[in-house]
């Protein structure tokens, strides 16, 4: 069973800055991507930003220049730095990792940028 576990979501106020991190464990084997996505109340969930398993990377337009994914392959973890926070960042994060025509799917962590 592959499992995800993300962590690192909080409060911030805007202009700040959260590290998120997500976990895989389980039956992982060639995987091409894995990414982050959000959701706020009232909308649909969104990617956010995505890497390949070699590091090349894509951004929402959104957060391109404010958000970084990173991984560690030997770890089975990704990252999403999140620099500069806007109030409009306030979502619940989720890791994804398409695996074998599988989406899979972290619990999500509540990320708020407030005053």
């Known amino acids: 069973q592959v499992q995800l576990v993300e962590s690192g979501g909080g409060l911030v106020q805007p202009g700040g800055s959260l590290r998120l991190s997500c976990a895989a464990s389980?039956?992982?084997?060639?995987?091409?991507?894995m990414g982050w996505y959000r959701q706020a109340p009232g909308n649909q969930r969104e990617l956010v930003a995505r890497?390949?398993?070699?590091?090349?990377?894509n951004y929402a337009d959104p957060v391109k220049g404010r958000f970084t994914i990173s991984r560690d392959n030997g770890k089975n973890t990704v990252y999403l730095q999140m620099n500069s926070l806007k109030p409009e960042d306030t979502a619940v994060y989720y890791c994804?990792?398409?695996?074998?025509?599988?989406?899979?799917w972290g619990q999500g962590t509540q990320v708020t940028v407030s005053s």
């Open positions: 890497i390949s398993s070699g590091g090349i990377t």
């Open positions: 389980g039956r992982i084997f060639n995987v091409n991507a």
């Open positions: 994804n990792l398409p695996l074998r025509g599988i989406d899979y």
